[in-house]
């Protein structure tokens, strides 16, 4: 069975302290390995999706990279707007296969002006 | 806006009771997805229709059914309703089957009295 952890459940930060968020995975099979943002009262908002072990991608002020086990989402110079709740998510499965997400419980971060 | 619409926003209802959940995904988008959330068990998906077929199950309770219809627009039906159905139910939309990529709407919040 496909698992997602994430970690630390909840963050605070000062505008401006950059900061890494944590995604470990267990999956047979990884098809991609995905970041999205939810705001509260909103549906998830996609922000990347990884492929590869090695592979990064910037937007902003955030940046996702990915390993064998884990993928970090760092947060360079936060400021209050990028609060949120952000949640890792994975793809497996064969091709041909349907392939839903399964998603990790989410890291709230709150950003203090 | 993601271009998914969910109707309504808000249902309050009481306990034995049956509910229909409406679903408009973005245009030209082939696939529907359904996912519950809640505050114990995260983004849990439900169940996925491509392009009016059945294409993918996952922790969904017999008391519940999906459709999708030749306009392509879905509807989640809850049965039997109890309290810990209260949730947000979100429904998703993506090209194909195979893409990754997903377009949440921004849910409706049940709950069951």
């Known amino acids: 069975e496909d698992q997602v952890t994430q970690s630390p459940e909840a963050l605070r930060l000062q505008e401006g302290e950059s900061s890494s968020l944590n995604c470990s995975y267990t999956v047979s099979g990884l098809r991609g390995l995905f970041w999205y943002r939810q705001d509260p009262g909103k549906g998830p908002e996609f922000l990347f999706t990884?492929?590869?072990a090695g592979e990064e991608k910037e937007k902003e002020r955030l940046k996702a990279t990915l390993t064998k086990k884990e993928s970090f989402l760092h947060i360079t110079a936060p400021k209050p707007e990028d609060s949120a709740t952000y949640l890792c998510a994975v793809q497996a499965g064969s091709s041909g296969s349907a392939r839903q997400l399964t998603f990790g419980s989410g890291t709230q971060l709150t950003v203090l002006p | 806006d993601s271009g998914v619409t969910q109707t309504p926003k808000h249902l309050i209802t009481a306990t034995g009771q049956r509910v229909t959940l409406r679903c408009s995904p973005r245009?030209?988008?082939?696939?529907v997805y359904w996912y519950q959330q809640s505050l114990d068990q995260g983004l849990q998906f439900l169940i996925q229709?491509?392009?009016?077929?059945?294409?993918a199950k996952g922790n969904i309770l017999e008391r519940f059914s999906a459709q999708q219809f030749p306009d392509l627009h879905s509807e989640l039906n809850l049965s039997s309703l109890e309290l810990g159905d209260s949730a947000l139910y979100f429904c998703?939309?993506?090209?194909?089957?195979?893409?990754?990529?997903?377009?949440f709407g921004s849910g409706t919040q049940l709950s069951v009295l």
């Open positions: 229709y491509y392009n009016g077929e059945e294409r």
């Open positions: 998703a939309s993506s090209l194909t089957t195979g893409q990754e990529k997903l377009f």
């Open positions: 245009s030209g988008d082939l696939s």
């Open positions: 990884l492929y590869s």
